[in-house]
């Protein structure tokens, strides 16, 4: 079945850039996704792109996306405390639009 | 527009008795799903409803879990007997359906198995 991995944990400094990597396995991907949890809460979408996309852009987040070596990654400009949370990547795929999820980077925000 | 419900926020029982979970989601929603996210990892898809026909439920452990989504709206999710494995949080999502529409989230039911 699809796999989805991505690195545990990340620590920035307020006001620098995140960058959250991600790589998955199926290449019939279809869409894939950027999703928030903050404890004890549910997800939140915060973007996607489809596959036939290179980048998106959408204020201060940048998704970049190399299907030949399926690596998406999260890029945070400016990162604030607020945005420290657990951070999942997901892909679709299939006829039947199955979400696979990572195993989530938890991103923490330093002063 | 009223969310992704679900109840209980929080159970706790001992091992091998029953729980069951429901699931309110978005008004017009054909597609519902039902993940567990045990504590550290990604949410895992257990069942995917469209309307009220399954469409995957390859990794549902059918022995002692079942869901059910009667007239395609509300859905519950039972678990009998529980073991303490089935510890984690179960996380309802809907979407209005077709490729690559938006999944919402409800706030998850948490559940402790002792």
């Known amino acids: 079945g699809e796999d989805v991995e991505q690195s545990l944990f990340l620590s920035v400094r307020e006001g620098d850039s995140s960058v959250i990597n991600c790589t998955y396995t199926d290449s019939s991907s279809t869409y894939l996704y950027w999703y928030k949890q903050e404890p004890g809460a549910g997800l939140q979408l915060l973007t996607y792109i489809f596959s036939n996309m290179d980048m998106k852009q959408d204020q201060r987040l940048t998704v970049l996306l190399n299907k030949k070596d399926k690596h998406l990654s999260l890029r945070i400009a400016d990162t604030q405390t607020g945005d420290s949370a657990i951070y999942f990547c997901a892909d679709l795929t299939g006829t039947a639009s199955k979400l696979t999820f990572g195993t989530g980077t938890r991103l923490q925000v330093t002063l | 527009e009223a969310g992704v419900a679900q109840s209980p926020r929080y159970k706790i029982i001992e091992k091998r008795q029953s729980v069951a979970f429901w699931c309110n989601p978005i008004s017009g929603h054909a597609t519902l799903y039902w993940y567990q996210q045990i504590l550290g990892q990604g949410p895992k898809l257990l069942i995917q409803f469209q309307n009220n026909g399954v469409v995957d439920d390859s990794q549902l452990p059918k022995d002692r879990f079942s869901a059910e989504r009667l007239k395609g709206v509300d859905s519950t999710l039972k678990i009998q007997p529980a073991k303490l494995e089935d510890s984690a949080v179960y996380l309802c999502?809907?979407?209005?359906?077709?490729?690559?529409?938006?999944?919402?989230f409800g706030e998850g039911s948490r559940l402790t198995v002792l």
């Open positions: 999502a809907s979407s209005p359906g077709g490729l690559g529409g938006e999944l919402f």
